[in-house]
């Protein structure tokens, strides 16, 4: 694979029917055209991901999304209006250019326009190109399938190298500046349900359209399951308190195997690796996912992880963590 910061030649990648790493200001993405069924093929053996897990289809403008949904409902729209270019997917019903190697063979569409400018610069290029300004880029985040999301050019070589051809590119945008995927939205609905948790949040949905947020959903979306964004390190969502309690069972010698992860008013126990000391919510979701590869880089056998308050994107910091503790 090749590394770009031009993003002509991640455009030039994807019509060939290459793959192109992409950024955007949630996560990294690991691209392919939308409607290129063998490129979608080699982005589900890169990841391993499993086949009827839906991709995040995503276009240059709102004005495209009538070519990649179908009934999209009037709140949909208000929260377009409101919050795209940004971190939000929205979950509509499907077109007939929606294929089901894109949609997981589900009847909808998961559709997002990302705020990085290099992905809008892409998508731009990529549809002059094709003669096509509605063309779709489908980007999961180009990491192994349950494995933690990269947020800087660095991280897709690193996690996907072995994966991908000499044809294709990584397009260097520097470091997310959100560092956690966006919040999707299922709109299929007569009421906006969440399915997962970003920077936009619950109550920015119910303040935009003046409606309940929905739980519950039979739509599959990405990033949901219980066991996620997992380094190879154990990672133990503890409460402060705990702390002290917890280090008593790591002997002196075996604490430098151990990492924190916490915010930089939590003190760092005696011997124990600090990975990241955020300031706000936003700046622990900004760092999240490159603690959590120091921890694996440090080969570090446990991560104690101290999470933000629940408010505003630290409920989506909270959401991962939790994900990342899973242990079948």
Known sequence: MRLTTDPRVAA?????????GLPTETVYGLGARADQARAIARIYAAK?????????????QASNLDS???RVPAYARELIAELWPGPLTIVVDRSPRAHD????GQPSVALRVSAHPLMAEVLDHLGALGGDPSIGIAAPSANRFGRVSPTTAAHVISELADFMTDDDVVLDGGECAVGVES?????????PRLLR????????ITRITGLAVGA??????????????????????????????????HPRERRSATGLLAMAHVSTPAGIVRLAAPQTSDDYAQCLYAALREADALELDTVLAIAPEPSGIGAAVIDRL???????
């Open 12 to 20: 030039e990648a994807l019509a060939r029917g290459d793959l192109a």
């Open 48 to 60: 391993g991901r499993p086949a009827d897990h839906p991709l995040i289809v995503h276009i240059a």
């Open 68 to 70: 990649w949904g179908l």
């Open 101 to 104: 190697f894109v949609t997981g």
């Open 183 to 191: 919040t999707i939205v299922d709109c299929t609905g007569e009421l």
């Open 197 to 204: 948790q970003g920077a936009v949040t619950a109550d920015d």
């Open 216 to 249: 519950g959903s039979s739509i599959r979306a990405s990033g949901t399951l219980d066991s996620h964004y997992s380094p190879a390190a154990d990672v133990q969502l503890i409460e402060r308190e705990q702390l002290t309690e917890l280090l008593g069972d």
């Open 322 to 328: 939790t994900r990342a503790a899973h242990r079948a």
